[in-house]
């Protein structure tokens, strides 16, 4: 129930393309859904989250959709570039009090061709 | 930017010895993680600490594993004595009492037990 499902875990999309990733999780009392972005060598780094009172929530080029009912949510890439090319974790947390532990899906790998 | 910050970048040693991994925390954070990641796999929860103490930990966090704040700055992650399959890139996390569910990385440090 702890799970975070994520697909496709690759990717390869052309330069000004669309790039879409998701995500499905089983446990109900997750409350939070961050996507974080990890290149080579470097710790993931926070891109854009949600909480499940949303649907929808856009930064610049990169939108989270959330499905609440179908327990799912995806990230979009608008206008894809090279430099958007790196690993993507969607993730999920359902804590309090002394814990806000994350669980992450398995990634995937975004090649963006230029 | 605030940042967390870990080291060494990469340690190597043989299996079987005690290995301790430091973390800077950003500095008002009071929430405390070490995640590891094995070669091209996912981010795995290990640990949570939170005043003073473990607030949860994982299968993975056996009795070889153990966590100390020593000094109100330091967090270390203390492998009692490596196997080969504990070698991995170990990130520290930390988070703050506002926003305690964003949760930011350190680089990691590669393990790497021969």
């Known amino acids: 129930q702890q799970q975070v499902k994520q697909s496709p875990q690759s990717l390869i999309v052309q330069k000004g393309g669309i790039s879409i990733i998701n995500c499905a999780y089983e446990?109900?009392?997750?409350?939070?859904f961050p996507w974080y972005q990890q290149f080579p060598g470097k710790g993931p780094a926070l891109l854009i989250a949600i909480r499940p009172d949303v649907s929808e929530k856009k930064e610049g080029r990169f939108t989270i959709s959330f499905n609440k009912s179908a327990k799912q949510f995806s990230l979009h890439i608008m206008d894809s570039q090279p430099g958007d090319s790196a690993t993507y974790f969607c993730?999920?947390?359902?804590?309090?009090?002394?814990?806000?532990?994350?669980?992450f899906g398995k990634g995937t790998l975004l090649t963006v061709n230029p | 930017e605030p940042e967390v910050t870990q080291t060494p970048s990469h340690q190597v040693t043989q299996m079987g010895q005690e290995v301790i991994l430091r973390c800077v925390p950003i500095s008002n954070h009071l929430y405390f993680y070490w995640y590891r990641q094995i070669l091209g796999q996912k981010v795995e929860f290990l640990v949570s600490?939170?005043?003073?103490?473990?607030?949860?930990k994982s299968e993975i966090f056996d009795d070889q594993f153990s966590v100390e704040r020593p000094d109100g700055s330091n967090f270390t992650l203390k492998i009692r004595s490596t196997k080969l399959e504990d070698s991995a890139m170990y990130f520290c996390?930390?988070?703050?009492?506002?926003?305690?569910?964003?949760?930011?990385f350190g680089a990691g440090s590669r393990l790497t037990v021969l």
């Open positions: 993730a999920a947390t359902g804590g309090g009090g002394s814990n806000y532990k994350l669980t």
């Open positions: 600490f939170y005043n003073n103490e473990i607030s949860e």
């Open positions: 446990n109900t009392a997750f409350d939070y």
């Open positions: 996390a930390s988070s703050g009492l506002t926003g305690a569910n964003v949760l930011t």
